[in-house]
């Protein structure tokens, strides 16, 4: 389990539509501030702020290489907010046809992960 | 597709353990204020405030009954959440072991929606 203060800065992080872009940007690949900046039209301290608290929140960690720093996607803060989002889920059950859709992208995950048994 | 806006407001929302706290006790249930507020040991104005961005963000309705106007957990915003972070699942695939436990649990809701096929 995650810590409340751990699941605080998580969720306050992804309450920001830059910050959500950002992550989405980095699940293709690493990428410096430079190259982060370019695609948000901000400037690199208005995207260097945002990366530090996605950093802070344990979302991205920092490359050693002291010119470029390539930023880099961390799943666990992700997992962990995922994990107690789906404790709703029966809820869905009975709110939403959505799931439908869920359970179709969760059947695909199972395909690609060779767990279907 | 949810706005920017509204995941906005969901994760804000979800970014403090007390309204978290609110979200798993209505998950149990209705609730007035006052039956709200008893476990928190927080004043019902206190609690009234977290209520206020809970409803802002769509994940609790007010009922009309005018004396208790009980609070009820809403699912949508909650699997828009989910929606948004689900299609991170590929980074929990290379970094976690941990989605073993979410496989369980996604194989435990579609054998309660008999989704088995």
Request: proline share 6%; charged share 30%; net charge neutral.
């Amino acid at each position: 389990m995650p810590s409340p203060a751990a699941l605080d800065a998580t969720f306050q992080a992804l309450a920001d539509p830059t910050r959500r872009a950002i992550l989405a940007r980095l699940a293709q690949g690493e990428a410096s501030v430079m190259e982060l900046a370019e695609p948000f039209a901000m400037s690199q301290p208005g995207i260097s702020k945002h990366l530090k608290v996605l950093e802070k929140a344990g979302l991205i960690s920092r490359g050693r290489d002291a010119q470029r720093r390539p930023c880099k996607l961390e799943a666990g803060p992700l997992a962990e907010a995922t994990g107690w989002l789906i404790e709703y889920r029966k809820f869905w059950e009975t709110q939403f046809d959505r799931l439908d859709d869920l359970l179709d992208e969760l059947k695909r995950l199972e395909a690609m992960t060779g767990k279907n048994n």
